[in-house]
Each structure stands twice: as C-alpha cells, then as structure tokens.
C-alpha cells in the first residue's frame, strides 16, 4: 500500500468513512431507483447526484493529501480552488440535469394556453411507440405575413415545442423557412404555409397540418394518423332533408350543416355522407350516425336498416325540427325519446326580443360530461322532447341524461310567434336535449344481453346551422355530444382554447397621456430625483 | 448573514448617492419606456400585454448589467481597497455576495420603475396577469445571471473597461449560442439551446413559469458567484 493512504479499516468509525458508505449508498440506491421505478426517476437521480457528489469531493480530497506535503501553499491553493471549482460546475449541471427531468411547469396563463390536454399527453406519453418528426414551414421574415398568420404561426410552434418537451425524446421538429428552401417544402408536397408536415419514418406515413387556430387538436389528429391509428367515422344521413350539407364558406347560411360538419372533421373523425334511400346499408366502420333536420319520412327498407342498426348496439343523434315527421318520432320513441308537438316558448330565457328562442345558460344544463365546456346555448324553433313513459316504466333503459331544459315557466306553443301561454298549452320544462342508453327497443321486452343502443336527440337543428355554430357555445354543446355519444376515447376532442385578444381600449387623448408618461413623465422623474440627489451631495 | 447585510447596504448606499444607480434607472425607463409607448401606437387595438419591452428589456439589462458590476471589484482592486476589505472580518463570499446584492437592488428598482407601464396596462386594457408576473420573474433572474456575469468578469482585472468587454462577450455568447443549434443538431443541439439566456426567457414571456428556466439562471448566478469568491481567494495567495 503506498505510504500516506491507508486500508479501508482505518475509515471505519470515521467522518470520512461514514460519508463514503453513504456515498455509495446513495448513488447505488439513485441509480437504481431510477433504472428501476420511471415514475421516480427524477428523485432517483437526484439522491444519485447527491452520493455522487459526496463521493467526488472525499475523491478529491483524498488525492490532494499527498499533494499537500509537496507543493507550494499557493500551488495547492491554486489546485483546490481548480476542483472546487469543478465539483461545484458538475453539481450544477447534475442538479440542472435533474430538473430538466422532473418536468414542474406552471401555465400561469388565464386560459392555460399551454397546458396540454390529458388525452394529449396521454398520447404522447404512452403510445407514441415510433419516432415522429415534423417539419414547420413558416416564412421569417415578418413583412412578408399578416399579423394574423404570424400569430397562428406562432402558436403552431408553441405547441411544437410543448409536443417535443412532453414526447420523452419520440416527438422532434425543426422549423423551415419555405421561401429559403422551397426544395425542402416541395419534397414534402407543401404549397401554402404555415404549414406542419407530421412523417413516421418507420411506417413511411405522413400528414399534413395547414394553418390552424386548433393546434392541439389537429397535431394530435396528425400524429395518431401517422402512428397508423384508426379514426373513427360519422355518417349524415343525406335525402331526408332539406338543408345543404356542403357549404363550408358561407357564415350566415341558415339551414347549413358546413361548419358542423368541419367541426367534426377537426375533433378526429372521418365524416361521410350516407344516403339510405339510394342504398339500403350502413357501413360496418359507422361509429355513429347523424340525422339534421328531417323533414322527410323514412321509407320501408331505409327505416329497417336504420332499426337494425340501432338495434344491434347502433349510436344516433337527431337533430330535429318542430312539425317532425311521424316515422321519426315513432323511430326515436322507440327508444324512450317523445318528441312533443309545437314550439318551445321561453319567457324566463330566450335570446332578447325573441320568446322562441329559449336561451340556456348554467343553471339550465343537465349533464356535466356534455356540458362542462359550454356556457351559454341557444335554440332558434325548439321542439318540446320529454320521456315517452316514466324512466321506471322502461326496464330495458340503462341510462337517460337530459343535457339542458327549459325554465319552468316555457310552455309548447302551437304557433311560433304566440309568446302568451293559453290554459291548453302543455308546460314545461322541456328537455332541449337528451341522451338515452338503452338495451333494446322500450316498447318491447328484450333480453338483458341485448347491446346498448345509444341515442342523442336535440329538438333543434338550427343551433348548429352556419349561422348560429359558432355563437356562444352552441359548437362545443354539438361536439361534446358527439364525442360523448360516439363513446371516443381512441380518438378524442379536445376544445380549442379561447384565444383572447386582450386589447387596449383608449381614445386619442388616452393615448396622449400614455405617451406623455412613458416618454417624459418617468424619464423625467428619475432624471430629477438623481439630479436632487447629486446635488445634495455635491 | 449579518455581514452580508451590511456589505449590501453599503453598496446600495453608495450606489443610491452617486449618478450611477440613477443614470442606469434612467436610461432603463427611458428605454423600456420608448418601447412599451411604441407598441401601443402601433395599431388602433395594441394588445394589452408587457411583451414588446419586457422582451427588449433583457437587451438593455445586458447593457447596463456590465456598467453596473464592472467597478465593483475592479475598482477596488486598482485604487487598492481590495487589500483593505480582505483583511477586514468578512469572508471572501460575504463581501462577493454584498457587491451582487447591492447591485441587484438597483437593477430591481429599475425594474420596478416600469410597474407603471403595467398599471397603465391595467387601466386602459384587460390585460392577462399570469404573463405579467411571470415576465417581471423572469427579467430579474435574467438581471441576476446578468450582473453574476458582470462580478465575475470585474474580479479578474484592475481595468474596469476590460471587465466589461469581456461581460459583453460572454453575455452575447450566451444570449446567440443557441443559434448554432441549428448548425449541429442532436445532443450539442440541446446543450448549446440549454445553455442560451434567451431560450430560457421565452417561456416567461409567454405566461409559462418552467422549473428548469429558474434553475437555469439561478445556476449561472450561483456558479458565477463561486467563481468569483475564488477568484478573490487566489488573489489573497498571491
């Protein structure tokens, strides 16, 4: 043994050796803390550094102990100073290192912009088993975009960098200038920017994002389409109505199913229009079917298909109208459902100047997984919907969950424009909305093995119409009903975040004022306040 | 603790009685000021938000920072005080850490001064409080870092010009080496963006308080700090 160090025994019962054991201890138990238990890696990491650490300095010191008979004080000073220095840069990075990992973030935003969804991180947590990566193309040079598309952008990229930090290493992206590389965004097929192209290398699959004031939802949609994971399909049953089920522009079309129909498209799904009357069948992959505002009634073979299809385990939601037609308020009585005669007047809460437009707000929501989101509704022309018989009466009902009523004092009027109540008028509340789980038609005893057939009926169409979709929260109640009813949870909805342009309102003079203390005032204060002081000194 | 104390209202004494703290809180709103008025002239609806001079603001700290830090120690150590407070009954950190202190004081009162700005914020617009204070936490570990930088550079010479160029060149090294990401990729990447002052102050900017952006500047003022006392240290030995 050389002369100076000393065998392990001698440390034992010392301060040195008792630090050594708990060194080695604790970097044995980090380690494997965090090699073992991933929910605990960051504390395992962390008593790993400690032990480690520890260990280093009585390394360190150990070995300058020879030195120390040696050299000159100021060598030795010289050298301490260079391992301390070291040793306190390593703890640094060991404790940042151990911070970068434990992942504590606060999104001190009112909105909690950048707080992603559960199911987000669901996603990018646990099943995000292949690399993705996704290319940004967006321009640079902030002349050359509107400040419209350099916030969308910037919030395409915000939540970028949320997916990569979230994704564990499984979700990278870079950020292209197209007109600087326009060989890059032609290879990727990109021609309108901002842009996001998702790609797995491994599967070779590739989705393109444009544009979008949903980021979130429609990265989400990209990178579970490029993991090769199922969407689910809608369907809109077409020929029974007579509202236009394409026109995607026009923001004041009245009996217009367009931004809907959008609205479906980016919460996930694959919507397709269905035409029974044409050909009797509903695909196999329906996750749900949709009926706006039949005015039409069903025929023989269509209205079978329909039948079977809800009863084996089918889900629909109607959107109905007053003045329904009889074969489909038979077809939704048939699942507990009563689609009631008239109009639903409101004179507690409509939209002002307009009784037959019952207004919803908190107090009137019934179902707190649909509504949670929505604030205030409304329903222009409203069928009255009640329970064909008491819930008790109907043994094959699993479940029914009015999703908002009426106030108290509503009634059903045979006539839009009559706001006064007559002694014949049936009164409320009415459910403005319902969904029903049932096992079986009510009407008729099954068996308790049947499947569960899920309907969601709305007496209102118009609220989802390109008029009204986007006032108040008529969108979030329609896609939040959607979602539920669809039972998602492969594919999921996540709301956009209200984005709130928080503006300054000032008049001319305001402005002036502002002006007046951010160019003078304060300068001007501090200016003399020094003065004064230098003053005074002098 | 109690020395510390004293060292700090020394310093901040001294720098409250000279021009000095006043001339850097004046160039600092009038800056800042020029910044926050500009923004609010330039739409119609500008967006009730600190951003456009919080942001900037950092630039300007990285200015002053140096001015402020570069005669802390150098000054000393050329007029020959140094000697004098080494063989004083504080220790080498007391007195490191009194100098910070006392500068961070003015820098914080700086900043301070544009609370204005967000109470006009307040009273013409609606303006999102999250983001607000997460910017003002920000802005002050990002001056901490910075006048850490400008202690460290002012123990290594006599010359208090030489202590802030170099300031200067480390600050502008960590404020653009995350440029140089792009240029590498893979883990370099990652520790070049790490290591930037500026990746780090985005998300306070954005109303987002991340643990690692803290850690990140507390890191530097701590290390830069150490390296300081050692500094002193070996300058005693020698």
Not at chain 1, 91 to 115: P, R
Not at chain 1, 194 to 216: D, H, I, L, M, W
Not at chain 1, 238 to 244: F, M, P, T
């Amino acid at each position: 043994m050389p002369p100076g160090i000393r065998g392990p025994l001698a440390y034992v019962g010392t301060l040195r050796g008792a630090l050594v054991t708990v060194g080695i201890f604790a970097s044995a138990v980090g380690l494997a803390t965090a090699a073992v238990l991933p929910e605990l890696r960051s504390l395992g990491l962390g008593i790993f550094a400690s032990g480690a650490a520890a260990l280093t300095f009585l390394a360190m010191a150990t070995l300058m102990r020879p030195y120390h008979r040696v050299a000159r004080r100021t060598q030795r000073y010289e050298l301490a100073s260079l391992v301390s220095v070291l040793a306190l840069t390593g703890i640094v990075a060991l404790f940042n290192y151990v911070i970068v990992q434990s992942d504590v973030v606060a999104d001190l935003t009112a909105s909690e912009q950048y707080t992603l969804a559960p199911q987000t991180l669901d996603t990018l947590t646990e099943r995000l088993d292949a690399p993705v990566e996704a290319t940004a193309f967006i321009v640079d040079d902030s002349n050359a975009v509107t400040p419209l598309e350099a916030l969308i952008a910037e919030r395409m990229v915000d939540y970028l960098r949320e997916f990569e930090r979230r994704s564990g290493g499984r979700f990278s992206y870079q950020v292209i200038d197209p007109e600087r590389f326009p060989d890059i965004a032609y290879s990727k097929e990109v021609t309108q920017w901002p842009s996001v192209v998702f790609e797995n290398a491994n599967a070779g699959t590739r989705q393109k994002v444009v544009a979008t004031s949903n980021p979130e939802q429609e990265f989400l949609t990209a990178l579970l389409v490029v993991l090769g994971l199922s969407q689910k399909s809608i369907y809109v049953l077409d020929g029974y109505s007579s509202w236009d089920l394409t026109d995607q522009n026009d923001p004041d079309a009245p009996q217009t199913l367009g931004f809907a129909l959008r609205g479906l498209e980016g919460d996930s799904y694959n919507v397709g229009v269905l035409n029974l009357i044409e050909d009797p069948r509903i695909p196999d992959d329906a996750s749900l079917i949709i009926a706006a505002a039949p005015d039409h009634e069903l025929g023989i073979e269509d209205g079978t298909a329909l039948n079977a299809y809800l009863e084996g385990g089918g889900r629909l939601l109607a959107l109905l109208q007053p003045d329904l037609p009889g074969s489909w308020r038979a077809l939704i009585a048939r699942w507990g459902i009563d689609a009631l005669e008239g109009y639903v007047i409101d004179p507690d809460s409509h939209v002002a100047g307009s009784e037959w437009v019952p207004l919803v707000g908190n107090e009137g929501y019934a179902s707190t997984e649909v509504t949670s989101e929505a604030s205030t509704t409304f329903f222009p022309s409203l069928a009255p919907l009640w329970v064909v018989r008491a819930p008790e009466d109907m043994p094959t009902l699993v479940d029914l969950k009015p999703i908002a009523l009426t106030s108290e004092n509503s009634f059903a009027s045979d006539r839009i424009e009559r706001v006064r109540r007559l002694s014949t008028d049936l009164g409320g509340p009415f459910m403005v909305g319902v969904i029903a789980r049932v096992r079986g038609p009510v009407d008729r005893p099954v068996p308790a093995s049947a499947p569960v057939t899920t309907v969601g009926v709305f007496g209102d169409a118009d609220f989802v119409s390109n008029r009204y979709f986007y006032a108040f929260s008529n969108s979030d109640l329609f896609l939040n009903t959607v979602n539920h009813i669809a039972g998602d949870d492969a594919l999921v909805s996540i709301r956009p975040k209200p984005t709130v342009f928080r503006e300054m309102a000032m008049t001319p003079r305001e402005l002036e004022i502002v002006r007046y203390i951010g160019w003078f005032l304060l300068p001007l204060l501090v200016a003399l306040f020094g003065s004064a002081v230098w003053w005074v000194r002098r | 603790m109690r020395r510390v104390l004293a060292i700090t209202y020394r310093e901040t004494q001294a720098n409250f009685v000279s021009p000095i703290a006043y001339v850097i809180a004046l160039v600092f709103v009038s800056l800042t000021g020029y910044f926050f008025v500009d923004a609010m002239s330039a739409s119609a609806f500008p967006e009730a938000t600190v951003e456009p001079y919080v942001g900037r603001a950092t630039f300007i700290l990285a200015l002053l920072g140096p001015l402020l830090t570069m005669r802390l120690l150098a000054e000393e150590r050329k007029l020959g005080t140094l000697e004098l407070l080494m063989t004083s009954p504080v220790r080498d950190w007391e007195v490191v850490i009194g100098k910070f202190a006392g500068a961070f004081v003015v820098v914080i009162s700086a900043i301070a001064l544009t609370s204005v700005y967000v109470g006009l914020l307040f009273l013409y617009g609606n303006p999102d409080p999250g983001p607000i204070f997460t910017a003002y936490i920000g802005l002050a570990l990002f001056a901490g870092a910075a006048l850490a930088v400008g202690l460290f550079t002012s123990s290594l010479t006599s010359n208090q010009i030489i202590a802030a160029v170099l300031s200067y060149g480390i600050l502008a090294l960590l404020s653009v080496i995350h440029l140089a990401a792009d240029h590498v990729g893979g883990a370099p990447a990652t520790l070049l963006r790490e290591l930037s002052m500026v990746v780090h102050f985005e998300d306070f900017l954005r109303g987002v308080l991340d643990l690692r952006h803290v850690a990140y500047y507390i890191s530097v003022v701590v290390v830069l700090l150490y390296f300081t006392t050692r500094t002193l240290e070996l300058g005693r030995w020698r």
